[in-house]
């Protein structure tokens, strides 16, 4: 997906903390925690933003120790999903999206795209791999804040 | 966390009993099994494995080999669009899995003995 020309402002993007929702159980000995965040995305309605690092660096502030996080977007349009971040290949993105009708909101671009992101955490980090990023695609043509709701799970360091 | 070789491409690789020997180890009778797989391209499915075949013509459909700017794009948008992700009830000490159906890799790429890593949380009692 080609970059418009607001995407390149990184401080768009960040997690509203005091909105965090916490629960947790005890299971045996160990404190098992969840902690339902909402993260913010100043979007120009059609764009891929990375949003890996505003993740990594949410999951470092929660001490997420060892667990996992899962993404998803809750407006029209907008999408959480796992690729690489390279040019060509968010040009084919956006190239695929259009075949599918996802600009047109169709149901089949909505059932393969809006499936809620997961990925673990462990030691403190997010188990991407090398080339995986997560990537917030938005092709509402809508242009404001958009929320992606993260779910994270697990132990957490105390204190 | 689970290692197994694969090959490809498109290529399934039955991880169910990996799975469910490591459930038993970890001694949870009941909770919650959440699988990500490491990596940009490859895919985590639930699936009758006789039905393999015929997923993977809609898939070729779907996603051609060809024609993307990317090299292995295909590979991406699979992964994509299926997930790298699933998450599995324990009961019993045991996963519940829907009838006849196995946890399967799918390997898109083109390559041989390659090692792929599946994180694994078990969450309960």
Same mark, same amino acid.
């Given at each position: 997906?080609?970059?418009?020309?607001?995407?390149?402002?990184?401080?768009?993007?960040?997690?509203?903390?005091?909105?965090?929702?916490?629960?947790? $159980?005890?299971?045996?000995?160990?404190?098992?925690?969840?902690?339902?965040?909402?993260?913010?995305?100043?979007?120009?309605?059609?764009?891929?933003?990375?949003?890996?690092?505003?993740? $990594?660096?949410?999951?470092?502030?929660?001490?997420?120790?060892?667990?996992?996080?899962?993404?998803?977007?809750?407006?029209?349009?907008? &999408?959480?999903?796992?690729?690489?971040?390279?040019?060509?290949?968010?040009?084919?993105?956006?190239?695929?999206?259009?075949?599918?009708?996802? &600009?047109? $909101?169709?149901?089949?671009?909505?059932?393969?795209?809006?499936?809620?992101?997961?990925?673990?955490?462990?030691?403190?980090?997010?188990?991407?791999?090398?080339?995986? $990023?997560?990537?917030?695609?938005?092709?509402?043509?809508?242009?404001?804040?958009?929320?992606?709701?993260?779910?994270?799970?697990?132990?957490?360091?105390?204190? | 966390?689970?290692?197994?070789?694969?090959?490809?491409?498109?290529?399934?690789?039955?991880?169910?009993?990996?799975?469910?020997?490591?459930?038993?180890?970890?001694?949870? %009778?009941?909770?919650?099994?959440?699988?990500?797989?490491?990596?940009?391209?490859?895919?985590?499915?639930?699936?009758?494995? %006789?039905?393999?075949?015929?997923?993977?013509?809609?898939?070729?459909?779907?996603?051609?080999?060809?024609?993307?700017?990317?090299?292995?794009?295909?590979?991406?948008?699979?992964?994509?669009?299926?997930?790298? %992700?699933?998450?599995?009830?324990?009961?019993?000490?045991?996963?519940?899995?829907?009838?006849?159906?196995?946890?399967?890799?799918?390997?898109?790429? %083109?390559?041989?003995?390659?090692?792929?890593?599946?994180?694994?949380?078990?969450?309960?009692?």
């Amino acid at each position: 997906m080609n970059p418009c020309s607001c995407r390149a402002s990184r401080r768009d993007v960040y997690a509203k903390l005091s909105n965090v929702r916490y629960a947790s $159980r005890c299971l045996g000995n160990e404190m098992i925690d969840v902690i339902v965040a909402r993260m913010k995305v100043e979007s120009c309605g059609y764009e891929a933003l990375d949003i890996t690092e505003n993740v $990594r660096s949410l999951v470092k502030q929660l001490k997420l120790v060892k667990g996992s996080v899962t993404l998803y977007a809750i407006d029209r349009g907008c &999408f959480v999903v796992g690729i690489e971040y390279e040019p060509n290949l968010l040009a084919d993105l956006e190239d695929f999206m259009k075949s599918l009708g996802c &600009f047109e $909101r169709r149901s089949s671009c909505i059932a393969l795209f809006s499936k809620p992101l997961t990925i673990i955490v462990y030691g403190n980090e997010l188990q991407l791999g090398v080339f995986r $990023r997560i990537v917030f695609v938005d092709v509402s043509k809508a242009k404001g804040i958009k929320e992606v709701i993260l779910v994270a799970e697990g132990m957490f360091e105390h204190g | 966390m689970v290692e197994i070789r694969t090959h490809g491409p498109m290529k399934f690789f039955d991880v169910t009993e990996t799975l469910e020997k490591f459930v038993e180890k970890c001694n949870v %009778s009941l909770g919650v099994l959440r699988l990500d797989v490491k990596g940009a391209t490859p895919a985590l499915l639930l699936l009758d494995p %006789s039905e393999a075949e015929e997923l993977l013509k809609v898939l070729r459909k779907l996603v051609p080999f060809s024609g993307w700017r990317h090299g292995n794009a295909y590979a991406h948008l699979l992964s994509t669009i299926l997930t790298t %992700s699933l998450t599995l009830a324990i009961e019993n000490s045991r996963l519940i899995l829907p009838e006849r159906t196995r946890v399967l890799l799918l390997e898109t790429r %083109s390559v041989y003995n390659h090692r792929r890593t599946i994180f694994v949380v078990v969450v309960g009692r």
